[in-house]
């Protein structure tokens, strides 16, 4: 199972280069924003996690360029939390232009840490309960 989230953002200047075009490494803070947005709204945001003691470090990321994105282009972006047996949050990502066609699209994993940066193993209670409430694990 799948759960998904879509956000706009809005390309400013200062994220474009000279030729006008969205620079390359401003894709994965759009994931992010992506991210962030996801998490809000389905109550596993960075906030929630650190409520708990946790982090949740990025361990990889994949970023696919397909189109470039301008200064003023509204951008959509597509977050889809890709379920797991295992300990961590794996997301994917398309982003489209205001034309519907697809830019980039992505990967990020992240995963637990503790307070003091040690990598948890077992799922958390936070995320364990987060699984149940939308439909993932059995009540």
Same mark, same amino acid.
């Given at each position: 199972?799948?759960?998904?989230?879509?956000?706009?953002?809005?390309?400013?200047?200062?994220?474009?280069?000279?030729?006008?075009?969205?620079?390359?490494?401003?894709?994965?803070?759009?994931?992010?924003? +992506?991210r962030e947005h996801f998490?809000?709204?389905?109550?596993?945001?960075?906030l929630d996690v650190k409520s708990h003691g946790l982090a949740t470090p990025i361990v990889e990321s994949v970023c696919k360029h397909k189109l470039p994105l301008k200064y003023g282009d509204i951008a959509t972006i597509e977050t889809t939390f890709v379920d797991s047996s295992a300990n961590k949050l794996i997301f994917t990502y398309k982003?489209?232009?205001?034309? +519907?066609?697809?830019?980039?699209?992505?990967?990020?994993?992240?995963?637990?840490?503790?307070?003091?940066g040690i990598l948890v193993l077992n799922i958390p209670p936070l995320f364990e309960a987060w699984k149940k409430k939308v439909g993932l694990l059995a009540k």
């Amino acid at each position: 199972m799948e759960i998904k989230e879509i956000s706009k953002i809005k390309i400013r200047f200062n994220e474009v280069d000279s030729l006008g075009i969205v620079w390359h490494g401003h894709y994965i803070a759009y994931f992010e924003e +992506g991210r962030e947005h996801f998490g809000l709204k389905h109550g596993i945001s960075y906030l929630d996690v650190k409520s708990h003691g946790l982090a949740t470090p990025i361990v990889e990321s994949v970023c696919k360029h397909k189109l470039p994105l301008k200064y003023g282009d509204i951008a959509t972006i597509e977050t889809t939390f890709v379920d797991s047996s295992a300990n961590k949050l794996i997301f994917t990502y398309k982003i489209f232009n205001p034309e +519907g066609k697809v830019v980039c699209t992505g990967k990020t994993v992240q995963v637990f840490i503790d307070e003091k940066g040690i990598l948890v193993l077992n799922i958390p209670p936070l995320f364990e309960a987060w699984k149940k409430k939308v439909g993932l694990l059995a009540k």
